[in-house]
């Protein structure tokens, strides 16, 4: 699946709402984060607790090149959480962590701009 980071790329393809309904997105607290030295882009491997229904995730994001590991703590980001694992180098991403990207095509988190429980699911 390629996916295009260009703001001006037309929308995709429709989908209906039970297609949406199938993607499990939730917001969680990153606990833990180092960066992952072996990726090929800047990278981060995270953990992030989705709350007592999903629980702990290991991620691996392409997030390094804006934050810092020790800056990430305690931030909430959005995943998807009903991917099957992922195996990325030698580390396994159980969760894909959402994010967009900026004008240099680095990512930016996506987050909740009000705490919300872990484990809230997007509507």
Request: charged share 25%; glycine share 12%; no cysteine.
């Amino acid at each position: 699946m390629h996916l295009d980071h260009d703001p001006s790329a037309a929308a995709g393809e429709e989908i209906g709402f039970g297609d949406f309904l199938k993607v499990d997105i939730r917001v969680g607290t990153i606990i833990a984060a180092e960066v992952y030295e072996r990726a090929r882009k800047p990278s981060m491997k995270l953990r992030i607790d989705f709350g007592p229904g999903v629980g702990e995730r290991r991620s691996v994001g392409q997030v390094a090149a804006l934050y810092a590991a020790e800056d990430l703590i305690g931030r909430q980001v959005a995943g998807v959480v009903n991917f099957p694992p992922r195996q990325i180098g030698k580390a396994l991403s159980e969760a894909l962590t959402l994010g967009f990207a900026d004008e240099e095509g680095r990512v930016v988190l996506f987050s909740p701009d009000k705490p919300v429980p872990n484990g809230s699911r997007l509507f």
